[in-house]
């Protein structure tokens, strides 16, 4: 059973949706391109999120899903020239497949060896996608899409885009709020005690690995059609380590917290990229303040604020 959503949570979520919706009829195409990559962003940070807010695992290599996702879908289509209803969902299985198998040897191990051997996998797929140029052009990147004649043009593709998100993070939510959720946050809580009372916390650790993985593949394959290319550095750390910013930054306790963290993030890069060369820089000073300032994220800072707020009206 899962937990309702409350009512002011599903009268935001209709409002993002119709102003969503909405964006594509302004005519700026410059908000469209930005919106479709904060969405696709969204998603893979939300994705991230079922490891670290939900099951309490730290990964450095969940980049490496999205590039399986988006590499799978982009060769599908091109080299093999698949209808995207085939490559689609055949990307989406290569990503949890992978998640599978990459999760049996991770959730042997807890802590900081669980996080380091996520992150030795992840570059493992990135030496792969870097070598084998053969299939993937190596450094040079995958360009050169074929694009589905349904999906040629921005507005297509971009309620394509919101369709498959909205879907994506409906799922999630469900996932999220189910009993097996309720579960995961038991085991994120108190491992010990969770398996005193019979829960198989490494298969609970194991299933929401395999969930990352899928969702990131899903927002790997959507990146690949928006971007008509893919490219090594889309499985290289650094990814990994910015979307983990993404969710440290909008809250990794909150549900919705890792996507408003990614439309932040996304938006100070393209703000800070207009005056300077050195987002970096800037990037390294917001895990500063996130990990000194800001522990609970946005989200948590919103709801301290709130808190604060409410108690002094009590006051009064």
């Known amino acids: 059973m899962t937990s309702p959503m409350s009512k002011p949570a599903m009268l935001g979520c209709l409002l993002v949706l119709i102003a969503l919706a909405v964006i594509p009829l302004l005519g700026d195409k410059h908000a469209m391109d930005v919106t479709v990559e904060i969405m696709i962003l969204a998603l893979f940070a939300l994705s991230l999120n079922v490891l670290i807010g939900y099951s309490g ?6 980049a490496a ?69 053969g299939m993937t052009n190596g450094d040079d990147g995958f ?39 309720k579960v995961l946050v038991a085991v994120r809580e108190n491992r010990t005690r969770a398996g005193f009372v019979g829960v198989d916390t490494r298969r609970m650790r194991w299933t929401a690995f395999v969930v990352a993985g899928t969702f990131a593949g899903i927002a790997g394959s959507l990146f690949a059609l928006f971007k008509s290319g893919m490219y090594v550095e889309n499985a ?11 969710t440290l930054l909008g809250g990794m306790y909150s549900f919705f ?48 604020v709130k808190n604060k707020f409410s108690g002094s009206g009590g006051a009064r």
């Open 57 to 62: 695992n730290v990964s450095f290599g969940h």
């Open 65 to 133: 899903y999205f590039a399986i996702g988006g590499y799978t879908n982009a060769i599908l289509l091109t080299s093999y020239d698949l209808p995207i209803l085939v490559s689609m969902p055949v990307s989406v299985l290569f990503a949890m497949v992978a998640a599978m198998f990459v999760a049996w040897f991770c959730t042997r191990l807890t802590d900081i060896y669980f996080a380091m051997l996520t992150l030795a996998f992840a570059m493992l797929v990135w030496a792969v996608l870097f070598k084998w140029r």
């Open 143 to 181: 360009v050169g899409i074929t694009i589905p004649a349904f999906l040629d043009g921005r507005i297509p593709l971009y309620y394509f885009t919101l369709i498959v998100v909205a879907a994506s993070i409906a799922l999630l939510w469900l996932i999220c709020h189910s009993a097996f959720g």
């Open 236 to 246: 290289f750390w650094t990814q990994s380590a910015q979307v983990l910013i993404m």
């Open 257 to 304: 917290g890792p996507a408003i963290g990614a439309a932040v993030l996304h938006m100070l890069e393209i703000t800070t990229n207009r005056y300077t060369e050195y987002w970096p820089t800037v990037l390294g000073g917001i895990l500063l303040v996130i990990l000194l300032f800001l522990p609970d994220g946005l989200v948590g800072l919103a709801q301290k």
